[in-house]
Each structure stands twice: as C-alpha cells, then as structure tokens.
C-alpha cells in the first residue's frame, strides 16, 4: 500500500493587540504611505501579556489544528515547531507544546530555517508519514517576533508581527497530499538577516547589549533581491517535480513578507494570476513561520481551498533558505460538525495535561520520590519493510 500525507486539520492563532501604520508612526521615523507603498503592511498583531509566548501561541494554533481533524493529542507521534522566536535555545519550543497538549506519545523538536521553517517541517512529516516512521504528525509555525525586534530600528521594525499557524499532517491511502517539495539553503547570505548575539559564537554580554546585537539586523535590499528570485525558482521546480505545470496550480500561498517580493516573483515572473495567489500579509505583517499555516487557515475560511486543488506553499528567510512544497489538497473543508461533548472533552484533556505537568514537576523536585513509568506506546507503525514482501 502507498502512505501519502495528508493535511487533515489546520488551526491559527492570532493575539489580540492590533499594532497600526499609525501607531508606529509614534514610535519610529515611519510613515503609513512609506509602510504600505514600500510592504503592503497596514497592520500587524503584537503579543502584549507575558503570559503570550512562542509557545502559548503556539499551543493554542495545534489545539486548534487537533480539534478540526477530531484527532486526540495522545495520537501525535511527533510535534515539529518551526520557530525564529524559539522561548529558550533550550528546552525546545515543542516540547512545552508537547507538555501543553498532554501528547504522552510524541517525539518533540524545533526546526531552525527561519521563515522557510514551516516548510521545512512539512517536508520532513512528508517523509516520516511516507516512509512508515510516523502515522500523525503536528507541524506548527509560530512566532513572537516583537520580542526580538528593535524598536528604534525603522528598517526592521515596522516589517514583522506575532501569531501561530499548525497543521496535523497524517498517513492516508488516499492518493494525493504534499506532492513534492524542495529544500535550499546558501549560507554565505547569512549575514543579510540575523540575530547576530545570544548564541555560543557571541554570548550576551554587557556589550552586546549595548550594540543591541541581541536584536533583529537585516540588509533588507539584499534579502529582497534573494527573495524575488529564489520564490520563483523554487515554485518552477516543486511544480515540475509533482510532474504538473503552472497552469495546474489552483492557488499559491507565498511566505507573506511583502506584497512586492509576492507581486514581482509569483504574479510577474510566473505570471500566475492574482486570483490564484493568496495574500495577506496587510493584516499581519511578515510572521515568519507562521505566516504560511496562518495564510493557510484564512484562505479555508474564505472558500479558496477546495478537494483536489493543487496549491503550492513557497517561503525564503534568513540562511539563506528557501523552501516549497506542493500538494494535492484532499481534506473536507466544510466545517465539521463536532459534537458538543467532543470539544469538553477536549478541553478537560488540556486540563488534566496540565495537572499532570505540575504534578510531574512537583514529584521531580521531591527527594526520594519516584516519577512512575512514562507509558510508551505499543509498536503501532506500519512495517515499513511490508511493501517489500509478496
Ligand atoms: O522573511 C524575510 C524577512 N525579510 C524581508 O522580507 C525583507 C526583504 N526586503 C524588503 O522587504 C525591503 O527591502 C524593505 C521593505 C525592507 C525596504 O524597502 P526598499 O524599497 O528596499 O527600501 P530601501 O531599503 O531601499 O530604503 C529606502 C529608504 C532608505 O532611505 P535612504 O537611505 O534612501 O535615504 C531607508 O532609510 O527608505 C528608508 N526607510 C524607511 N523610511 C520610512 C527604511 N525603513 C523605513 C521606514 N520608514 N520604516
């Protein structure tokens, strides 16, 4: 039997606080015509308690993606976040979703390709499903990138904002789902966009803070030349290696960093018409990873995602990387109707999740007492050597 991967549920989650052009007018040397006519933002979502977090976010974007598909978080194998904005170097992001989500079955990491991370991510559930190693996979994207900007820094600032997007991908007979995908990377254009201290090359110190290099620097020129380029390139060859043509593709979801990269790169060079190319990078700024999940959930909701379209993700960011998949969508999208016990029930899950978590935590700081056995799961994967016998 061959495994494909389907996208069977998707969630975003937005925070509250709307940031305007305006807004930052009070803040930078900036104006609303310079910001739209130069980026096509007119507003972007901020997190503004420190209770909203990469995490929370994220948590509440895959809580969002489990209850579209009615999977139980139990049933994840494996918690991919995409993450420019990770909370610590470590533990990873993923594993406090994990601990959030009270998946006692699932592998958790986060994946460092900046704004091609989300796809990244795709691309390697693609492979776990496809290959037997995995049954259900949640890839997220999820950023607070205001915590990481300057806010005195005019050419970075006004560009970015915070939010989540997941899907949970899993193994289906059904052919179809990520068709295809292509991964790229130039290293030596990683000083055009980077967060230049922090890390063991150029640990916080004093200094550091000082020249504010713990914040985002970007030569924004230079990411755009890139960018133009390689989101056509990449879309070409993901397109060709599904064995379809540009005129198959049914809708393009670009990373959403600025309506003129999307315009000059997918709608001039490919010349795919605007209909068919999904923005909203005006209402939510650049999101990094989480710009394409979130693009995602919005264009379902507007009825632009219909069974059996071809749609094309296709992202570039700091790396450099760029990264695209396509893929044959073979979820329902109407809305389903969840039973109302279906969603209490869910909700008490994420409840006792977090008992257990406090539990855990006490138990592990009392001397002498044991943490009982962490339940592993019975072989339930499917032989991959199966295909191989007669
Ligand atoms: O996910 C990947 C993340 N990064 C990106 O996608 C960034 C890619 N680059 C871009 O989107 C564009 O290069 C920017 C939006 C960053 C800049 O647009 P641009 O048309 O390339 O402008 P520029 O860098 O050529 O700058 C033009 C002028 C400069 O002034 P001078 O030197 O010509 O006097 C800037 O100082 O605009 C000035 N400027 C601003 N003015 C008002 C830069 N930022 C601002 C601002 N408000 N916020």
Known sequence: MTRYAQIVGWG???????????????????????????????????????????????????AAALHRANVDANDVDLIICATSSPEHQFPATACLVQDALGARHAGAFDLSAACSGFVYGLT????????????????????????????????????????????????????????????????????ALSLPAGGSKLPTTVETVAARQHYVHMDGRAVFRFATRVMASATRSVVAKAGLTLDDIDLVIPHQANARIIESSVIHQLKIPPEKVFVNVDRYGNTSTASIPIALCEAIEMGRVRPNDNIVFVS???????????????????????????????????????????????????????????????????????????
């Open 124 to 191: 390697l559930a693609n492979s776990m499903i496809t290959t037997g190693a995995a049954e259900t996979v949640l890839v997220i994207g999820s950023e607070t990138l205001s915590r990481i900007v300057d806010w005195s820094d005019r050419n970075t600032c006004v560009l970015f904002g915070d939010g989540a997007g997941a899907v949970l991908v899993t193994a289906s007979e059904e052919p179809g789902g990520i068709l295809s995908s292509v991964l790229g990377s130039d290293g030596s254009g990683g000083d």
């Open 316 to 390: 570039f960011g700091a790396g450099l990387t760029w990264a695209a998949a396509a893929l044959k969508w073979g979820a329902p999208v109407s809305a389903t109707p969840h039973k109302w016990w279906q969603t209490a029930q869910r909700q008490g899950n994420y409840g006792a999740a977090r008992a257990q978590s406090t539990v855990r935590r006490l138990i592990r700081n009392s001397p002498g007492i044991e943490l009982p056995e962490i339940e592993i799961p019975e072989i339930r994967l499917a032989d991959p050597l199966r295909n191989l016998r007669i």
């Open 12 to 62: 975003a989650h937005l925070p509250e606080r709307v940031l305007t052009n305006k807004d930052l007018e009070e803040i930078v040397d900036t104006s609303d015509e310079w910001i739209v006519s130069r980026t096509g933002i007119r507003e972007r979502r901020i997190v503004h308690s420190p209770k909203e977090t990469t995490g929370s976010l994220a948590t509440r974007a895959a």
